[in-house]
């Protein structure tokens, strides 16, 4: 087992290196608050970190990162709404201008869902393979189509269902509409930190050169 010790020490390289070149930044969010214009969803996984890809530092991106970067479609009925939460704090709250749902290679929910295996370890109550239900249709879809490569078309069809249900928030179509936010697709390989957009007109991903 890793020893939690690990992440004390990057705090002490952080409190001792870093801080101290952004003691003045840091001081203007804790008074100031924070007013991002960027509203990141992402994959949990530990190998994507929004930050870290965009190269941003602290203040500039609200960020929300769950299994496989989903969005469930709107949905005013009681519960804990985790992501909607975020996402309505974000787009109401902050003001944020863009949105981006930002996918990536190798997802782990992407292809428990393909193998219709269960991603739960509990034995108890399933919440990651139900989490995983908002992208059924899509799986369906990438199955009966037969593609080389299901893994990487399902992880870009999970953007593009997020990006739909995202706009079925009544506050963010209404945004969209008037052009006071702008919603962005993205996929991210690994490997080779390569990034892809989503041309929404074409319906295909684009390299970033």
Known sequence: MQDFGALID?????????????????????KEGQAPPFMVISCCDSRVD???????????????????????????????HGASAAIEFGVTGLNVEHIVVLGHGQCGGIG??????????????????EWMSIIDDAR?????????????????????VSLENLRSFPYIAEREKHGEIKLHGAWYAIGEAALFTLDEASGKFEAIE
């Not at 990057?10 to 969010?29: C, I, S, V, W």
């Not at 890809?53 to 500039?60: A, C, N």
């Not at 295996?117 to 393979?129: I, K, P, R």
């Open 50 to 80: 929004p930050a870290t890809i965009f190269d941003t530092g602290p203040g500039e991106i609200f960020t929300l990162r769950n299994v496989a970067n989903l969005v469930p479609p709107f949905d005013e009925t009681g519960g804990l």
């Open 140 to 160: 369906d879809m990438v199955i009966d189509a037969n593609f080389a490569d299901p893994q990487r078309e399902l992880e870009l069809a999970a953007i593009k």
């Open 112 to 129: 428990a869902a393909l193998k219709g295996a269960s991603l739960s370890t509990t034995g108890h109550n399933n919440f990651v393979d």
């Open 10 to 30: 990057g705090y002490k390289r952080f409190r001792t290196d870093d801080y101290p070149k952004q003691k003045a930044h840091f001081e203007t969010l804790a």
